[in-house]
């Protein structure tokens, strides 16, 4: 079933010529940022602050990465080779969220890529269930049953530092540059995600799905008491955002990119002799 | 396990199929409800299932036994 009663497109060939790049482009965007979220639960597998907390983060990556092959294979319809996506690329090719351009230091900062980020992207790829281009629908849904207990885990970890006053403090830090990030990662009032909702490929625009993805994590923000951009008293609106240095192909900021060390293990690098073939 | 301060511990059930009946499959260590729902989730993830539900062991009431539920004193042990 597709959005406003149009016909849909069953494969990449059918999709309009005009929509090919920046479809490519939302895919390519989803999928960098999944395998590098993933491999930043990954860093987490033996340093969380519980067991339990360490096989989550395990979970998460292998949900992580398995959703970013699944877009990267995607792609090959779109005219990519997806070893190259995945193993040759330059930091600035990457269409990554500056959240993952290095690690979190704390555990604090992993949770705002668990709660925030995570989230952010679950929002987009919501949009995309009942899409023009059909061959998302099962692997949206398949996507957003595994998201769910990412989420619950963002959330849970959220309340639980917030129980001291120097846990707020730390979260407040944390959560503020990436509060900011992913409120902008949407996108402003041009470009690709306005354009993919006013062809039904999305089921929203930027404007919507920042309100959605608000109301998703501004809840247990609220109560949690922490302060952040919008949220005031138990009630939350979308701020007002500065869009100095946004680059809007890359989604996100301009400057910067992937450190070199994640550059390294995210393409592995290590492994190039195996690749070969 | 349970080593942080404010962990509380929730028990775990859960169905592989509609038609069975809810088995206690375990216990986890877990600061809130949302943690506990990812925690299960994601630790006891070898069967797909049907439907899976937690509840904080303090939920739970003594019938028949005066020990709290879940427990097994020494005594009953040998």
New interface residues.
Partial sequence: MSQKGTAGYRTAVDVPEELHADLASLLLSLADNKRLLGMRYAEWLLGA????AG??CS??AQDEWGHSRILYAMLKDFGKDPAHLEHEREADEYLNSELLDEPPAEWTGLVALNFLLDAALSVQIESLKDSRFEPLHYKVRKVLEEER??F??G???L??VA?TDAGRAALEEALEPAWISCLRWFGGGSGLVVRLAEAGIADAGPDELRARWLDRVAPAVAEAGLELAGVTDGSWAVPELDWTGWDPARRRSGEGGLNDETLAAVRGDKNRTMLMD | ?G??S?EHLYEIFARQKREDRLEHIGT????????????A???Y?EQKWFEMVVAPREAFEAVNRDESPFTVSPAEAT
């Fill in positions: 602050p519980t067991l339990e096989i989550a979970a998460m207990f990412h619950e885990h959330r849970g970890w309340a639980r129980q | 396990m080593h942080l404010g986890i260590s877990a600061p809130n409800g949302s943690l506990a729902r990812a925690y989730w994601q630790t993830d």
